[in-house]
């Protein structure tokens, strides 16, 4: 089959928030030193910039902390695919085929949310194999990539971090599920002749009804007068999951004093300075969570997975960490004072000045894989 054009072109584009999310796909001719014809190189471009939304009797500030791209080839293959592109944007391989390929993008760990743009990242090389060739390609969200930032006139500010938090994720949630899905940006190329073709577009826009609109406000009302500070009481008025309804949630400074969120997802979950004393987070996942000067004493964390989690001044004095995952997590300065550190898979771990560690016990991490930062070299250095 010869290749008659030099680049694939682009049948449609569409980023329904331009300033919150934009991409762009460039499928060009091949350079390689084969020139075969009929392969093309892709490239991506995305901007993310946080945008103030209206809702209600104010506004809510959005941010995104990742996504996914996902494409699909008609009458064409992929022969080769960039795995892992990391940076402040991580994009990594999810699922791939011959026909089909996926990425995460993934906020940089200790990052809140993306903002900036990225140019023309390589993904990899297609093959038409036969015209028309057609690549479809969708970005989407899940819950958890989803952030307020910041709230003008919804509640006053004299309310508890537990509910701050609980009424946070809920209008997250509440935007993801009636504004953001199924797409943020689509956009569809070809190659060859493509006499008609469907829009990925259809059926992809949505407003939000005045009844859910109302049904809103009343929700938020009564958690903002709710009598208990519980944080898994104020969830179940809310309508949400504590297991899995607050991943990539802002609990900051909020009282989780000898909660039960065993088993529970957590990831990118903002818990910095939260009190989780005697906390049951057995066979949590607390992956990339922000847990800088979070007092975990006593806390139950079994098989629990703290990778890329930041640590920083954490308290995890008499913790229970058998079998737990912390790779790549910062556990700079964290108070590990009688510690249970049994079967730890603590590989690139950053550790220093950490109270409770002794010469052998610093010895027998760094032998497994732990790395240790000479705070005076790093000083000096500076």
Not at 24 to 51: R, V
Not at 103 to 127: D, N, P, Q, V, Y
Not at 188 to 203: F, K, N, R, T, V
Not at 290 to 299: F, R, T, V
């Amino acid at each position: 089959m010869e290749n008659t054009v030099s680049n694939m072109r682009l049948l449609e584009l569409e980023n329904r928030y331009p300033d919150f999310v934009s991409i762009q796909l460039e499928a060009s001719a091949a350079q390689s030193n084969t020139n075969e014809p009929g392969q093309f190189d892709l490239y991506l471009t995305i901007s993310f910039k946080p945008e103030w939304q209206s809702l209600l009797d104010g506004r809510v500030k959005l941010g995104l902390k990742g996504g996914k791209l996902n494409l699909t080839l008609d009458n064409g293959e992929f022969i080769a695919i960039n795995r892992e592109i990391a940076g402040e944007l991580t994009i990594t391989a999810d699922r791939t085929t011959k026909t089909n390929a996926s990425w995460l993008l993934e906020i940089e760990a200790g990052k809140a949310i993306l903002t900036g743009s990225f140019e023309r990242i390589e993904l990899g090389i297609i093959k038409a194999i036969a015209n028309p060739c057609c690549l479809a390609v969708t970005f989407a969200v899940d819950p958890a990539d989803v952030s307020v930032t910041d709230t003008e006139d919804l509640w006053f500010h004299n309310i508890s971090p537990n509910k701050h938090a609980v009424l946070e994720r809920k209008l997250s949630l509440f935007l993801w599920e009636n504004q953001l899905t199924p797409y943020l940006s689509w956009a569809q190329l070809a190659s060859g002749e493509l006499p008609s073709w469907q829009s990925l577009g259809e059926g992809n826009r949505q407003a939000i009804s005045a009844s859910k609109l109302s049904q809103l406000q009343e929700l938020t009302q009564q958690i903002y007068a709710a009598k208990t500070n519980d944080l898994l009481e104020l969830t179940k008025l809310a309508g949400l999951n504590p297991l899995t309804d607050l991943a990539g949630g802002n609990l900051l400074g909020t009282d989780l004093d000898g909660i039960d969120l065993s088993g529970a997802n957590l990831t990118r979950a903002n818990l910095r300075g939260a009190n989780l004393t005697d906390a049951d987070l057995s066979e949590a996942n607390l992956s990339r969570a922000k847990l800088g000067g979070a007092d975990l004493s006593g806390a139950y964390l079994d098989n629990a997975d703290l990778s890329y989690a930041d640590l920083h001044r954490a308290s995890l004095v008499l913790a229970n960490l058998s079998n737990v995952n912390l790779s790549h997590a910062n556990l700079e300065e964290a108070n590990l004072s009688n510690t249970n550190l049994s079967g730890i898979k603590i590989t690139a771990a950053k550790l220093s000045n950490n109270p409770g560690i002794s010469e052998q016990s610093k010895l027998s991490l760094e032998q497994q894989g732990a790395i240790w930062i000479d705070v005076s070299l790093r000083n000096d250095l500076t």
